[in-house]
C-alpha cells in the first residue's frame, strides 16, 4: 500500500525545467526545430536553452581583415537568441567552439566539424568574448543579459572535445571570464561543462587560487557512464539503477564542501543506457527512442529535486546535426520528438511532472527499488505522477502491482483520471518497429503513430470513505503514469433556465409553415 500524506509541504523545486537542450547553434535558424521547441513550451514550459557552437564557421561570426585584423558579425547570433526569447527561452550561452580564424589547430568534432583546438593567440580568444558580449547587452540589455549564463566550453576533459591540455583549459577560462566580467561584472561565467562530473573540484581550486571569478560549475553524465567507469559494473559501489543520481548527488556534496551554495549546473542527461561495457555505443543506442525513457526520466528528476540547480535534457529534437540529421522516423537519437516532431516517451514524463503543481506530499510505502511516486495537492486536487523504470540488467522485470491511499478533504464523489504511457499509448517506437520500422512514412502511417504516440487516458468516478479515495496501482516494466483526483465539479446548467421562453421556441420551431 502507497499512502499519501494529508498536509502539503513545498512544491518541487523542479531543476530540470530550468534548462532544454539543442545540438548547435545553426540548427535554430531551421523552422522545424523552432516548431518544436515551441511545441514543448506548450506543454512543459522550459526556462532556458543550451546548445553547442555558437561561434562555429557555419554561423560566420569571426573574420579576418585583410590586415590581419579581426572583425564580428552577429547576425545569424541574433537570429537564433531572438527566436529563443521569442518563446520565453533564455539563452544557456555554451562558450564554443574555436572559430577556424583564431584555432591553433585543425582537430575536429562532429559531421559539422566543430573545431576543438585552443586559440593560437589568447588574446584574440578574449577579444572575441568581449565584442560578443558587449554586442549582447546592446541587443538585449544589461538586465536581461544578466539572467543569463556563460558557461565556457564543452567536455574539454575529454580529448575529442578539446585538444589541449587541462592547464590550457584553465588559461582559456582565465581569458574568457576577464572578458565577460569586463564587459559587467554581473553577468555569471562558469565551467568547466566536463563529462562524468571530472574537473568540478580542480575547477574550484584553480579560481580560489587566482582569483579567477567563478559563479557556478557545470557537468555533464548518462546512465551508460557507469560501464564506461566501472567495467562491467565491477566494483561499482551502486545496486543496478542508483549510479546516476547518486554519482550527481556526490559531485554537488564535493562542489558543495569548497565552495557551500554554489550553483551547480547539469547541463547534459539523458537516458542513454546499456547492459554491458560492450554494449556502450553513442551513435547507435535505441534507449531515448524507446519507452525506456520515460520512466529514467521521471525518476531522476525526482530524486534529485532540490540537490541541484539545473538538469538540462539533451536534447529536446531529433533535428539534431552532431552526426548529420537523422533521416527516418525513429534514429536513435537523443530528441524528446522525432524529425516529424512525434513526442517520445521520455516527452510525456517532463509533460508529466510539470502537472505537480502545489506543495508536495510525503509518500510512504515500499514501492520496488526502481519504482516510485511523486504527488503534490493544489487546492482540493492530488497530482501524481508514478514509474516502473525497467532496469537493463535484470532479464526478467516485474510489474508494479500495488493500490494507492489518497488523502481527500472532501466528502463526497471524486474523478480519478489517469493517462498512461506505454508501447502504443505515449510510446509509438515500439509499434514502428513492429511495422518494420519503415524509413518514409505516408500520411496514414504517420497519423497513426502520432496517434500512437499520445497517453492513454481514463477516469473513474469513486466515492471518498473515511476522508480517502483508494486507487488500484499497476504499471508493468517501464510505465509512467499521471494520476489526478479532484471532487466531481458542479453537474452542467441547462441550456436554458426559463421553460416558458423555450416553450414559446418549441412550438413556433415546430408550427408548420403559411
Known amino acids: 500500500m502507497i499512502t499519501l500524506s494529508p498536509t502539503p509541504g513545498q512544491p518541487y523545486a523542479q531543476p530540470w525545467r530550468n534548462a532544454i537542450a539543442v545540438g548547435r547553434a545553426f540548427d535554430l535558424l531551421r523552422q522545424d526545430l523552432l516548431d518544436h521547441l515551441r511545441q514543448l513550451q ?40 531572438d527566436a529563443l526569447l521569442a518563446m520565453g527561452l533564455k539563452p544557456f550561452v555554451e562558450l564554443n567552439p574555436m572559430p577556424s580564424a583564431l584555432a591553433s589547430g585543425t582537430q575536429q568534432m562532429f559531421w559539422y566539424k566543430m573545431n576543438v583546438t585552443p586559440p593560437k593567440v589568447m588574446a584574440e580568444w578574449d577579444q572575441l568574448i568581449e565584442a560578443f558580449v558587449r554586442h549582447l547587452i546592446d541587443r538585449y540589455g544589461s538586465a536581461e543579459v544578466r539572467t543569463w549564463w556563460f558557461e565556457v566550453w564543452n567536455e574539454p576533459n575529454l580529448g575529442c572535445f578539446w585538444s589541449g591540455s587541462k ?104 537516458a542513454m543506457s546499456c547492459h554491458s561495457t560492450a554494449s556502450i555505443d553513442w551513435c547507435n543506442n535505441a534507449t531515448n527512442d524507446q519507452l525506456h525513457g520515460a520512466a529514467f526520466a521521471a525518476r531522476t528528476c525526482v530524486e534529485l529535486d532540490g540537490s541541484l540547480d539545473t538538469l ?100 463526497g464523489d471524486h474523478l480519478v483520471l489517469c493517462a498512461r504511457v506505454g508501447p502504443g499509448a505515449g510510446s509509438a517506437y515500439e509499434r514502428w518497429l513492429a511495422m518494420g520500422a519503415p524509413h518514409d512514412l505516408p500520411p496514414t502511417v504517420e497519423d497513426a503513430l502520432r496517434a500512437m504516440a499520445q497517453p492513454a487516458w481514463s477516469c473513474d468516478r469513486l466515492a471518498a470513505k473515511d476522508g480517502v479515495i483508494e486507487v488500484p496501482l499497476r504499471l508493468a516494466p517501464g510505465e509512467i503514469l499521471y494520476l489526478e483526483v479532484r471532487p466531481v465539479g458542479q453537474r452542467a446548467f441547462p441550456r436554458s433556465t426559463d421553460p416558458a421562453s423555450m416553450a414559446t421556441w418549441n412550438a413556433g420551431m415546430g408550427e408548420q409553415s403559411r
Open 42 to 81: 506548450k506543454d512543459v514550459g522550459f526556462h532556458s536553452c543550451r546548445f553547442h557552437a555558437v561561434f562555429d564557421d557555419d554561423m560566420q561570426v569571426v573574420l579576418r581583415q585583410p590586415d590581419g585584423s579581426l572583425a564580428f558579425q552577429w547576425r545569424f547570433v541574433d537570429q537564433a537568441y
Open 167 to 270: 592547464e590550457d583549459y584553465f588559461a582559456l577560462y582565465d581569458a574568457s571570464a576577464r572578458a565577460v566580467k569586463r564587459v559587467d561584472p554581473l553577468l555569471r561565467i562558469g565551467g568547466p561543462a566536463s563529462s562524468k562530473a571530472y574537473w568540478l573540484e580542480d575547477l574550484i581550486r584553480h579560481c580560489d587560487a587566482t582569483g579567477t571569478p567563478l559563479d557556478f560549475v557545470s557537468s555533464h553524465l548518462y546512465p551508460q557512464d557507469e560501464y564506461v567507469d566501472y567495467q562491467d559494473r565491477k566494483g561499482s559501489p551502486h545496486a543496478p539503477g542508483a549510479f546516476f543520481a547518486a554519482t550527481i548527488a556526490e559531485a554537488v556534496r564535493k562542489v558543495h564542501a569548497l565552495r557551500p551554495g554554489l550553483p551547480v549546473h547539469w547541463t547534459e542527461w539523458n
Open 312 to 411: 538540462c535534457w539533451w536534447v529536446a529534437s531529433d533535428i539534431f546535426s552532431e552526426g548529420g540529421i537523422p533521416r527516418s522516423a525513429f534514429s536513435m537519437t537523443y530528441g524528446l520528438m522525432t524529425i516529424h516532431g512525434i513526442p517520445k516517451a521520455a516527452y510525456h514524463a517532463f509533460a508529466f511532472l510539470r502537472r505537480l503543481r502545489g506543495g508536495r506530499l510525503a509518500v510512504s510505502g515500499n514501492p520496488p527499488a526502481a519504482a516510485g511516486l511523486a504527488a503534490t495537492r493544489d487546492g482540493a486536487a492530488v497530482h501524481a505522477v508514478a514509474w516502473n523504470q525497467r532496469l537493463l540488467e535484470e532479464a526478467a522485470p516485474a510489474a508494479w502491482d500495488d493500490r494507492l491511499r489518497v488523502p481527500v478533504q472532501a466528502a
